[in-house]
């Protein structure tokens, strides 16, 4: 079979600096748009975007000779960019670093849909300080507790790992 055919959906979730409640409503709209813009102009495909004020997440299928890191690091700097230019007032704006990114089948694409759309619901009921270590464990990615704990402890907020 000749050519490279793929499927690559992936769910990706990122914060705000200190998890800042700076995207509002209105800044939501045009920033998500512009992420549009730099994924399209990388070559992938953004199907859904959404958040809440302290954080993205995107579902979007990428190419198979491109680094998920270095979507990463050009949706996060250039979408900063943008906010400081296009919103002087929000000078402080920033991203924190890393990311947490999911291989999505399919079969799950409208469950994931749903759920990146229902945020403002789903974070009425949770946090965003536990989601990101719930889906950690959902899907299976290791990580280690002593830096979710250091996070944790270092935003003040009592580890759900340890159940204090």
């Known amino acids: 079979m000749a050519g490279t055919y793929s499927q690559l959906l992936l769910h990706i979730v990122f914060s705000t600096k ?3 409640p700076i995207i509002t ?3 939501a709209d045009r920033l998500y748009s512009y992420m549009g813009g730099i994924i399209r102009a990388k ?8 958040g809440a004020a302290d954080h ?10 491109g680094a998920v890191s270095d979507l990463m ?3 996060k700097s250039r979408s900063s960019k943008w906010v400081h230019e296009t919103f002087p007032e929000l000078d402080g704006f ?3 670093d890393g990311y947490a990114a ?7 694409e409208q469950a994931v849909k749903q759920y990146i759309e229902g945020q403002a619901e789903h974070h009425r009921r949770e946090d965003f300080r536990s989601e990101p270590l719930r889906l950690l464990e959902a899907h299976g990615v290791e990580f280690e507790e002593r830096f979710v704990s250091i ?5 003040g907020t009592p580890s759900p790992l340890r159940g204090e």
């Open 18 to 20: 200190h998890r800042a």
């Open 25 to 27: 409503p209105d800044l």
């Open 43 to 50: 070559k992938g495909v953004l199907y859904d975007i959404g």
């Open 56 to 65: 993205v997440h995107m579902y979007l299928r990428w190419r198979t000779d």
């Open 73 to 75: 690091r050009t949706v």
């Open 94 to 96: 920033a991203w924190q």
């Open 102 to 108: 999911f291989s999505v089948s399919k079969s799950q």
């Open 151 to 155: 996070e944790c402890a270092l935003l």
